[in-house]
């Protein structure tokens, strides 16, 4: 079950939009009403959102906060600008992956990834596992669609392991993003000793 405080709500600066252009994050980042209404049928309270211009007519969301579930937090990408819908919905990633039953606002980030594309970052851990332990790292690329993961789970010995998902054709800057979150997550100790290799502070 997750568990952390919502206390953080992020807003980050504008980038001039010109065609073709990355993704523009609007600010200051308020859903729509149409998509405010959508994102309450899965959320008690929105405490964290993004929102990109994709296209001059066409506006993303990115939205996070306490789940109807019942418990903690619950992260949505929202497309489809007048008529929303769903593109995403991390309670998918945690149900099936216990590296992520944990998680915080503070571990959701999101920002541009070339024209009209966008990435969104979230990180996890298994309960009583989030240091040194079991720790799960993600990466949703709204250019392709789809979901891209790292698992680092630490041996008997304290040494890292890392496993990938998809195991084979994951994209080389996704990939590179995930190592930069691993690499960088306070839970892992010795990140000099993780099987990658980490970018120079």
């Known amino acids: 079950m997750r568990s952390r405080p919502l206390t953080l709500l992020l807003v980050a600066s504008a980038a001039a939009f010109a065609a073709p252009c990355a993704a523009q994050e609007v600010v200051p980042s308020i859903p729509s009403r149409a998509a405010t209404s959508l994102a309450h049928r899965f959320l008690r309270t929105i405490d964290t959102s993004f929102t990109f211009l994709v296209s001059p007519n066409d506006t993303d969301y990115v939205v996070a906060g306490t789940s109807r579930r019942g418990f903690g937090v619950r992260l949505l990408v929202i497309v489809g600008g007048a008529h929303p819908r769903v593109a995403w919905d991390d309670d998918s990633l945690w149900r099936h992956d216990p590296d992520f039953e944990l998680s915080s606002l503070q ?28 720790i799960g790292f993600a990466v949703y690329a709204s250019r392709t669609h789809r979901l891209y993961t790292a698992d680092v789970d630490t041996r008997s010995d304290g040494s890292y392991e890392v496993s990938y998902r998809p195991r084979a054709g994951l994209p080389r800057p996704y990939q590179l993003r995930l ?14 000793t993780l099987p990658v290799k980490c970018p120079s502070s």
């Not at 960088?184 to 000099?192: A, D």
């Open 179 to 192: 190592i930069q979150m691993m690499c960088s997550y306070n839970g892992i100790t010795r990140p000099s």
């Open 107 to 134: 571990e959701i980030d999101a920002d541009a990834d070339g024209p009209g594309n966008y990435v969104v970052t979230t990180s996890g851990c298994a309960r009583h596992e989030c240091a040194d332990g079991d």
